[in-house]
Every structure is written in structure tokens, then in C-alpha cells.
């Protein structure tokens, strides 16, 4: 069914041709306010409290340096360190389940199983400490809006959270906790997010923190218009981490709100990125073209995912899987035009095996276009000007193409849930 609606929308696109040619991956840690203007707000420890040092507190401390350590090590490329990672947080875990009343006075041993949750720990731990009234209310806020973040409970955190300024908390929390609260307000409140993910970075530079921030902060900048400030920041991640572990998350969600926007779809643009990224690692520019032009032709950016594709190519990338990709990409886009042959000739030599999710889609519906345009000899009637007009129209036609084929699916999706009695 799904490909039929694929061949329905793509005859949508031949209507229009007539004339001529066609956190850090980790749970990212939203950021909050640490200080809470309620009565029972601690502005800061005892010396009592802070001179404490048992041995689960020092084993605590040692863990959890060890663990920042290791999460900078990934966010620059290093596989292996995924391993010790989860091997910490388990770790550190045991010991914070292990706490008991007299763990949680010490101030400095709180401060750090906050740290553990918002570097991607299980927030269960902390349900102790957010549960006992007789605590400090802003250790208690602190740790209830850790625990409704983790469970994707925005609103609720959001407003436990909104009385807390980053600046306010340990200066240990700064970053984590900016960073936690900034994802609360992605979508919401884009202009506080952006300030808190700043936030972020200045608090922990050259860090997991720094790496998570600037990852989530350029695409809302993209979708904010402040594309200046967002290539600036991207073409520094590239160059200092492009092989992040998490990179082509950054790479997805850029290349979407990119998408979106007009400014991006030209070869202009891409030319620019390129030159600017030009001393970055090789692979990480490669995954990043590719990225950009997946999402630009369901979006009828055709000068974008041309562009794009094209100096993937000339990137020449060393496997067969990214290869194919570009090549398919720029046969896509220049299916709905006058290399239409040309892109028929390239797609019949990807197969469909070789392809994976959307990609399959997208041969599918190029080849179509690219098969019905050759074979009307539109593209070769020799009338240059009408050939213009029509490339153009065909943009706005594989956009209309996206969006009848995300209703069908939405409406098989549908059927299936009443089906199946989970929707009535």
C-alpha cells in the first residue's frame, strides 16, 4: 500500500511537468534552575556539610571524574569508551542506592548524585532524597525536576524548575543542569533555550557538556533564521567534534531545519560550508552532505540535495554504502529534469538491496519521474526557457509528492491501530 501511494504522489509531479522537462546522547540533561526562592532554599552548605568525606562520598567523587573523563573521550570519537561508560554508571549507582540518611545530609555527596543523574544516570536513585520532607526544599526541587525530566514529564519539570537559575547551584551543576533545563524549552521557548545552552557551553568547554549544547543549539538556530551564527558553530563542531558518537544527530536534526528554510536551497550554501569545513575530518563532512541532501528532497530542495550530493562525490567517500547514497542522490534530483536519462542510467544501477528506510523510497519515486520524463522526450524538445520553468515546478511538485505520501502512511498507520483495537 505504501508504494502505492508512492506511485500515486509521484503522478501528482508528472501533472505538473506537461510543458517540458521535468544526549549528548545520553538522556540530554534539561536544564533547570538551581536555586529556589521557596523558604526552605539551602544558598549554601555547612562547613560541617562540606567537610564530610566517607568513603562511599570519596569513591563517589573518584567514579564520577573518572566518568566525565571517559564522556569526553566519546564525544571525540572514541568507540570503545562507551563500554566504560555504562560500566561506570552502573557503578556509581550501586553506591548511591546505597546511601543512607546520613549520605544524604552531606551536601557535597547530594550535589554529586545530581551530577551522576544529569550525566545520564538512573534518576531512581535520587527518589530518596526528592521524597523525604524533612530535606532542604531546594535539594527536594532539585531532584523531583531531575526525576520528571527523565520521565519525559516536560511541563512538570519545567515548572518545579522555573524559580532556579543556573548561576545559582554548584558550580559543578552549572553545565550539566543548564544543559538539562535548555531541552525543556526546545520548541517552547526557543529564545531561553538558546540562552541556556550558552549557558552550557561557557560553563564546560571542551567537554561532553560543550559537545551536547552546541549539538542541539544550531538547529534551533537554523529554525530561529540566525543561520550566520548557526554555521559558525557547526563548522567549529566539525573541526573539533565531527566524530563524535552523537554527530549524526546533529547532522539529522541541521539537515531538517535546513530543509525548512529558503536561504539554504543553493549550491551557494553548500560551497560555503564546504570551504569552511574543509580542514575537518573527511568521513564527518561526507556524513553530513549526505545528510542534508536525505532531507532536502522530500522538501522539493533540489539545489539543495543536488549540491550537496555532488560534493559528497567529490569528497570521493571509501565505502560502497555512502557512495551509493550520493549517487542516488543526485540522480533524484536530477530526475525531474533535463539529465533525466542521465539519472535513469544511474539509478538502474542501485539496487534496492543496497538501500536502507527512505533511501528505497526515494529510488523508487526518481526512477518513476526520471522513466516518464525520458520517455515523453520532454526534456530533449529543445525549448531551453520552457525546461526552466519546468525544473523549477518539478520542486514543488516532489515537495507535494513528501506530502502525499506522509498521508498515506498516516492513514495506514491509522487503519492498522483500528485493526488492532488499539485505537477506536
Request: include cysteine.
Amino acid at each position: 500500500m505504501k508504494r502505492l501511494a508512492l506511485i500515486a504522489g509521484a503522478a501528482v509531479v508528472l501533472a505538473g511537468i506537461g510543458a517540458g522537462a521535468y544526549f549528548y546522547v545520553l538522556p540530554m540533561f534539561t536544564s533547570g534552575d538551581a536555586a529556589t526562592s521557596q523558604p526552605k532554599v539551602r544558598a549554601a552548605a555547612s562547613p560541617g556539610d562540606l567537610g564530610v568525606n566517607t568513603e562511599k562520598g570519596a569513591e563517589l567523587r573518584r567514579l564520577l571524574a573518572r566518568l566525565g573523563a571517559v564522556q569526553d573521550l566519546v564525544v571525540h570519537g572514541d568507540d570503545g569508551a562507551l563500554v566504560d561508560q555504562g560500566r561506570l554508571l552502573s557503578e556509581i549507582s550501586t553506591i548511591v542506592r546505597a546511601f543512607e540518611k546520613p549520605d544524604w545530609d552531606n551536601y557535597a555527596q547530594v550535589r554529586d548524585a545530581f551530577v551522576y543523574v544529569l550525566s545520564g544516570g538512573d534518576y531512581a536513585v535520587l527518589k530518596p532524597l526528592a521524597n523525604d520532607e524533612t530535606r532542604y526544599e531546594a535539594d527536594r526541587t532539585l531532584a523531583q525536576g531531575i526525576i520528571k525530566y527523565a520521565q519525559g514529564q516536560t511541563s512538570a519539570a519545567r515548572k518545579l524548575w522555573a524559580d532556579v537559575e543556573p548561576r545559582s547551584v554548584d558550580v559543578s551543576l552549572v553545565g550539566p543542569f543548564a544543559l538539562a533545563r535548555a531541552s525543556l524549552y526546545i520548541g517552547n521557548d526557543d529564545a531561553k533555550a538558546v540562552g541556556l545552552l550558552d549557558e552550557a557551553r561557557l560553563a564546560c568547554p571542551h567537554t561532553a557538556i560543550e559537545e551536547a549544547a552546541v549539538r542541539r543549539e544550531i538547529p534551533v538556530l537554523v529554525s530561529k533564521g540566525d543561520t550566520h551564527r548557526a554555521m559558525l558553530l557547526l563548522t567549529d563542531y566539525l573541526r573539533r567534534y565531527g566524530r563524535s558518537i552523537y554527530a549524526w544527530k546533529l547532522f539529522r536534526d541541521f539537515s531538517a531545519a535546513a530543509a525548512k528554510r529558503d536561504e539554504f536551497d543553493s549550491r551557494d550554501m553548500v560551497e560555503k560550508l564546504t570551504e569552511a569545513t574543509s580542514t575537518a575530518d573527511r568521513q564527518s563532512r561526507i556524513d553530513l552532505l549526505l545528510a542534508m541532501a536525505a532531507a532536502a528532497l522530500p522538501s522539493g530542495r533540489i539545489s539543495l540535495a543536488q549540491a550537496a550530493a555532488n560534493e559528497a562525490l567529490t569528497l570521493k567517500p571509501d565505502n560502497a554504502e555512502d557512495l551509493d547514497r550520493a549517487m542516488l542522490y543526485q540522480a533524484a534530483a536530477n530526475a525531474p529534469s533535463t539529465r533525466a536519462a542521465e539519472a535513469l542510467s544511474a539509478l538502474r544501477q542501485i539496487t534496492a538491496d543496497r538501500l536502507t528506510g527512505n533511501d528505497v523510497e526515494i529510488r523508487e519515486v526518481a526512477g518513476y519521474i526520471a522513466q516518464t520524463v525520458t520517455q515523453n522526450k520532454f526534456a530533449a524538445a529543445g525549448d531551453a526557457r520552457n525546461a526552466e520553468m519546468d525544473v523549477s515546478r518539478a520542486a514543488t511538485e516532489l515537495s507535494r509528492v513528501s506530502t502525499a505520501v506522509k498521508s498515506a502512511d498516516a492513514a495506514i498507520e491509522e487503519a492498522n491501530m483500528i485493526m488492532s483495537g488499539t485505537k477506536k
